[in-house]
């Protein structure tokens, strides 16, 4: 069995709008995608390791990449064309896809 992971990182370019709660999603792989719905999570920045808020998670649901849609975009604070292509970068050719909903912790 999977031990649920205490730590998420993200890339820099996020980081504001995480801090800012207009980004309230991530869409992750299978490997990260072990998240305990209702834990606190410690969140990095990737490229640095730079640690720079707590994240609640909410839920964690599968989602297909041809299933995403202009209200996971929403939730990303990006266009959907923006969100896909940022997907397609990071995750290049996978299809099965999980949406990580999360809260701020205000420290
Ligand atoms: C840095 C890292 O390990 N992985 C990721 C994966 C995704 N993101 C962002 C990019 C998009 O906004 C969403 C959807 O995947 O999450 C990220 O910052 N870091």
Known sequence: MQTAPTEMTFFERFEADILASKKTITIRDEAESHYKVGSVVDVSTYEDDRWFCQLKILDVSPIQFSALNDFHAEQE???????????????????????????????
């Open 77 to 107: 604070n990006m266009t959907l064309d923006e969100l896909k292509a940022v997907i397609h970068d990071i995750y290049p050719g996978i299809e099965q896809l999980y949406v990580v909903t999360y809260q701020l912790v205000e420290q």
